[in-house]
């Protein structure tokens, strides 16, 4: 079993050192391409027409001076582009969680999104602050990726990664979440206006709101949350709509 990891964090970061130690438990064949840097909300960037560097640290271990997208990319079009993809892409194990509207903007989450465009089984990992990586830490992420790969017949499907948030303590009890509601960036501060120009930043935090179900009030109440996200299905509309709309086209203009 080849399992390719990566992370929003940076190499050197603590949650890809735990997301390897429990990795290891359960193949050794680990492959990691993970940034330089940190690269927190980058969301899904890719580094078009720009040279990229990827830079052995040691076998199998690979520093890349790009995004966290750009980090299954260049496993799967430099590393591996004779052949011997991973059976399974590991992402993580992010400094905070990701729930709700992170999605779009999580590095974390971008990896798993990447490589489900390759055909790929994926998981992003993320932890809520004040998580440990002692023994049973390590031990209760290499259970839990193991039996998700035993179980992948039952949410791997075109388009498809999951999101695994974990709670600050574990071993803990596994729950199905819904996707709830908890902007970030919902508030910036002026920090000068000048003639035509005005200079902001936007303010760091979240609400912390829930709902029952969510993939909050799961983890605030120390369960590991499990949500499945797809981007190949969409949001259909009903055949009517575009009749309607046509229709309406037809009108004369008022």
């Known amino acids: ?59 199998q271990v ?10 299954v990319v260049a496993a799967m079009t430099v590393l591996f582009r ?9 992402s993580g194990v992010n400094d905070g969680r990701n ?18 465009f390759w055909n790929l089984p994926a998981i992003g990992f993320s932890r809520t602050k004040g998580g440990t990586s002692e023994e ?17 017949a039952q949410w791997t499907r075109e388009g498809t990664f999951l999101s695994v948030n974990l709670p600050k303590e574990l071993p803990a009890e596994v729950a199905l979440a819904g996707i709830g509601r908890d902007k970030i960036a919902g508030a910036a501060d002026i920090v000068s206006e000048e003639g035509e120009n005005i200079v902001w930043r936007i303010r760091r935090g979240r609400p912390h709101t829930s709902r029952p179900g969510d993939e ?29 709309l046509n229709n309406a086209l037809k009108q004369p203009a008022d």
């Not at 052949?83 to 399974?88: C, M, S, Y």
Request: proline share 4%.
């Open 1 to 59: 079993m080849r399992i390719l990891i990566a992370n929003d964090d940076g190499i050197d970061a603590p949650g890809i050192a735990l997301l390897r130690k429990a990795a290891a438990r359960i193949t050794s064949d680990i492959w990691v391409v993970a940034p330089e840097r940190k690269w927190t909300a980058a969301s899904h960037h890719l580094s078009f027409d720009k040279e990229l560097t990827l830079s052995r640290r040691e076998s």
């Open 62 to 71: 690979y520093a890349l001076n790009g995004t966290p997208a750009d980090c």
């Open 82 to 90: 004779d052949g011997g993809q991973p059976d399974l892409v590991l």
């Open 99 to 116: 729930a709700a509207e992170d999605a779009a903007y999580s590095g974390t989450l971008s990896i798993a999104r990447e490589a489900s």
């Open 136 to 152: 049973h830490d390590v031990a209760a992420l290499a259970a839990l990726i193991e039996n998700l790969w035993r179980a992948r």
């Open 216 to 244: 909050n009030s799961l983890i605030d109440s120390g369960r590991i949350a499990i949500v499945r996200h797809c981007w190949s299905d969409g949001a259909p509309l009903d055949a009517g709509f575009a009749v309607e």
